[in-house]
């Protein structure tokens, strides 16, 4: 072999020790390496599955989105709603006015109020007023047949009836928001020969501050309210008006 060959046999060899020993993968130089990639590129599967959550997210968001805006004006009705039916209540449920119970408490006599509106009679298809009893003591005595109180007073009120009669005077009994069939048996079954108007729609009993049953009003001879009783009657709240009969 000449010089030459053996001076180029002897830098392969060179080569190949600097390169590992390996002529078909050399190692790479600096700029070469700098070009290669250090990492694999991440799975494209991963991408995607971050991709589809988010679109699941958005479709899920959407309707959900649309539903509420559908179901805000309903519930703003039904808040309007309710609100309404509490205002109504409270407005029905009212106290009762105690302004005449406060006056007698203080020794005065209101006029008995709405005495001339007229109320259909229990027994016929005449009509009367409180006013048409002017000039005489009345009691005037709110009931219903479904009242388990004025079932208790009822003969009281029979027995009454014929003292004050002799004076000028009367039970005048009124139905509250009462059935006139019942009110009728009512009437048969304690024998009350007493007159009696019906009030089925409880305006008349209102202007009295009645809402429950029973409850009377003894009236002087000039229209004036004198006693109230807000529950059921005794003997003694009778004698009053026998008394006021009498002496007047």
Known sequence: MSVAGESKSGAIAGSLERSGGRGSNPRPQAWEACALPTELPP??????????????SSSLALPLGSVSARLLPILVSLLGAC???LLIYGISHQSASRTLDEAVA?????????????????????????????????VLNFWASWCEPCQLEAPLLERAQSQLERH???????????????SLSFVHQY???????????????????T????ESFVIDRRGHIVAISRGEIDQAFLNRAIALSESS
Do not use: M, W
Not at 43 to 56: F, Y
Not at 168 to 182: M, R, S
Not at 211 to 214: F, G, R, T, V
């Open 43 to 56: 799975h494209a599967g991963a991408d995607t599955t971050r991709l589809d959550s988010r679109l699941v």
């Open 211 to 214: 809402d429950q049953l029973p």
């Open 191 to 209: 024998h009350l020969t007493y007159p009696n108007l019906r009030d089925a729609g409880g305006e008349f009993s209102s202007a009295y501050g």
């Open 106 to 138: 203080k020794g005065q006599h209101p006029l008995a109020p709405d005495a001339t509106r007229s109320l259909p009679d229990l027994a016929s298809a005449h009509t009367a007023t409180l006013a048409s009893f002017s000039g005489k003591v009345v």
């Open 168 to 182: 000028g005077a009367t039970v005048l009994g009124v139905t509250y928001k009462d059935a006139t069939p019942d």
């Open 83 to 85: 609100l309404i039916g």
